[in-house]
Nanobody
Framework: QVQLVESGGGLVQAGGSLRLSCAAS????????MGWFRQAPGKERELVAG???????SYSDSVKGRFIISSDNAKNKLYLQMISLKDEDAAGYYC?????????????????WGQGTQVTVSA
């Protein structure tokens, strides 16, 4: 069983930056794709960034150019660097893992989920 723990969320002013972290309980990343999803109140959970087990990355149009997903396999950690934060980025952020090469936009495809970390953006 893999445990994923997200951290790094908090309150930030619009235009500011945050770096989210996701720690895995064991070596997950070598054979798994991962993603960063977010869910705002009243909205569906959406994929904002994905990374394949080979390290290829992809982003939703809403965050492209502002967010960067990266992984440190030696530390069993996944990161999401976020800059130029906007009001619409406020949400709970989650880093699920799926035991296959590439990520998916479908939440049910993922084998493991963490509890999430909250990002709040103030005007």
């Amino acid at each position: 069983q893999v445990q994923l723990v997200e951290s790094g969320g908090g309150l930030v002013q619009a235009g500011g930056s945050l770096r989210l972290s996701c720690a895995a309980s064991r070596r997950t990343f070598r054979n798994a794709a991962m993603g960063w999803f977010r869910q705002a109140p009243g909205k569906e959970r959406e994929l904002v960034a994905g990374i394949t087990s080979g390290g290829s990355t992809s982003y939703s149009d809403s965050v492209k150019g502002r967010f960067i997903i990266s992984s440190d396999n030696a530390k069993n950690k996944l990161y999401l660097q976020m800059i130029s934060l906007k009001d619409e980025d406020a949400a709970g952020y989650y880093c699920p893992a799926v035991t296959r090469y590439t990520w998916s936009v479908v939440t049910s495809a993922y084998n493991y989920w963490g509890q999430g970390t909250q990002v709040t953006v103030s005007a």
